[in-house]
């Protein structure tokens, strides 16, 4: 069975850096699929951040690209979320997600990231 | 990027009543659109996929239609434990793009 489990800190200072990372069991991230992060506020809808390729490749949300950077540990079996200069507007639910053919099969049970001084 | 317009935001509906939400591009997406259910607290699930193709493990009531622009997750018969938001996804431009949502709840 997939499963996904991201993990980092709850609370991140305003101007500073957020880091994410999403440790895969039950399947190797070089099988040559794209994996997804996304987003949701609380109260609102969801957003997506960027994919990125088994490659190294990614495509990230033009609204977030200046200030985005996912990367692959192939070694660990995981992936990680770079999001610089944060502000409240930031402060959101993040998930990791599988991507089967653009479609996302399996997610992560999501990690709240609160931005606050 | 592609808008993707979900009506209704919201309903109430009864356990059995049959439930449709459509889901609107604002620009053709051929087939590439997936729905996905979510509960409070809960991440999204994957329910349909390539516009019409029920993901394994999703009960049949649970059906997917269309293709271009318009688009419409049908629950034939609605279950106490279908009662969540709905959302729609399309993957056929990056940016990735969502519907607002559908929040469908007890009569």
């Known amino acids: 069975q997939v499963q996904l489990q991201e993990s980092g800190p709850g609370l991140v200072k305003p101007s500073e850096t957020l880091s994410l990372t999403c440790a895969v069991s039950g399947y190797s991230i070089s099988s040559g699929d794209y994996w997804g992060w996304f987003r949701q506020p609380p109260g609102k809808g969801l957003e997506w951040i960027g994919s990125?390729?088994?490659?190294?490749?990614?495509y990230y949300n033009p609204t977030l690209k200046s200030r985005v950077t996912m990367s692959l540990d192939t070694s660990n079996n995981q992936l990680s979320l770079r999001l610089t200069s944060v502000t409240a507007a930031d402060t959101a639910v993040y998930y990791c997600?599988?991507?089967?053919?653009?479609?996302?099969?399996?997610w992560g049970q999501g990690t709240l990231v609160t931005v606050s001084s | 990027a592609i808008q993707l317009t979900q009506s209704p935001s919201s309903l109430s509906a009864s356990v059995g009543d049959r439930v449709t939400i459509t889901c609107r591009a604002s620009q053709g997406v051929s087939s590439a659109l997936a729905w996905f259910q979510q509960k409070p607290g809960k991440a999204p699930k994957l329910l349909i996929y390539?516009?019409?193709s029920l993901e394994t493990g999703v009960p049949r009531r649970f059906s997917g239609s269309g293709s271009g622009t318009d688009f419409t997750l049908t629950i034939s018969s609605l279950q106490p434990e279908d009662f969540a938001t709905y959302y729609c996804q399309q993957f056929n431009n990056f940016p990735l793009t969502f519907g607002g949502g559908t929040k469908v709840e007890i009569k």
């Open positions: 997600a599988k991507d089967r053919n653009g479609n996302f099969d399996f």
């Open positions: 990125i390729y088994y490659g190294g490749r990614a």
């Open positions: 390539d516009a019409s």
